[in-house]
């Protein structure tokens, strides 16, 4: 594969965010959905955002982006770091771009567990089964805090945390795009919820960006959609689970 995308002589080196080989100047990883990553390629290509590195596609040399379950861009220096109101700067920005994006139709086909979480974080699955140690009991009660909502949906990436690049004083980057159709608050505020329960973030965070549009909802489906992943996803466990209850006792009284 790193011929097709004129890397035929470098070693390949994994390194994090993905996983994800990097081949010189290239960045490579698998695709699992070849029409997913077509569809973030030719976003990625075309999007600007101010004050953000975005990792650029490389086509084939048969012009195609995805070659073989393979895609590859342009690699950005960085690492995740404990930066998160900067993540959620960069999440802002970046939905103001995102803003005028038609919704993927791949999106309508996706079944995995975050699809099937996001369905059920807001009210779209009205019976999901979770396992209740694992999240769903939480789901179940904070789930009678929705309310009515006036959010307006789009695109946005909604797994931003752990996936925004450092490197000094450079601007914050990005290498791919976790596509949902939902509002760029939400987005915000799975960042948020990621933070409290796994990142060491400070409890505050989750007001300091009480400015935005209908935070505390916003804050409440996120909670839920993490719930819901939690609840159904194989791998996780009582220790992962933890971190939610903190993010549920934090997110609870701002509801």
């Not at 010189?24 to 290509?45: G, K």
């Not at 342009?74 to 690492?79: C, E, K, L, S």
């Not at 109101?85 to 999106?107: G, M, Q, Y």
């Not at 509002?183 to 009480?210: C, L, M, Q, Y």
């Amino acid at each position: 594969m790193r011929a097709a995308f004129g890397a035929k002589n470098a070693e390949p080196a994994l390194i994090e965010h993905g996983p994800v080989w990097r081949c010189d100047d290239l960045a490579m990883r698998q695709a699992v959905n070849p029409a997913e990553a077509s569809w973030v390629a030719q976003t990625l290509n075309e999007l600007d955002v101010p004050d953000l590195r975005v990792a650029r596609p490389v086509r084939s040399s048969d012009g195609r982006y995805v070659v073989g379950g393979w895609v590859a861009f342009r690699f950005i220096p960085g690492h995740a770091e404990p930066r998160y109101d900067e993540v959620i700067s960069a999440s802002l920005r970046l939905h103001k771009a995102t803003a005028d994006l038609n919704r993927p139709r791949f999106l309508s086909g996706r079944a995995d567990v975050f699809a099937m979480a996001d369905r059920a974080a807001w009210g779209e699955d009205k019976n999901p089964t979770l396992d209740p140690d694992l999240g769903g009991r939480l789901f179940a009660i904070y789930a009678e805090s929705r309310k009515d909502i006036t959010l307006k949906s789009q695109v946005v990436h909604g797994d931003l945390f752990g996936n925004v690049l450092f490197d000094g004083d450079a601007a914050p980057g990005i290498m791919d795009f976790t596509a949902f159709h939902r509002p760029p608050e939400w987005a915000a505020a799975v960042v948020v919820v990621d933070a409290i329960a796994w990142g060491g973030a400070d409890d505050a965070i989750a007001k300091r960006w009480g400015h935005l549009p209908e935070w505390p909802q916003a804050l409440l489906r996120a909670l839920l959609f993490r719930l819901a992943v939690h609840a159904l996803h194989p791998k996780s466990t009582p220790r992962s689970m933890r971190g939610l209850e903190h993010a549920s006792q934090v997110i609870g009284p701002l509801l």
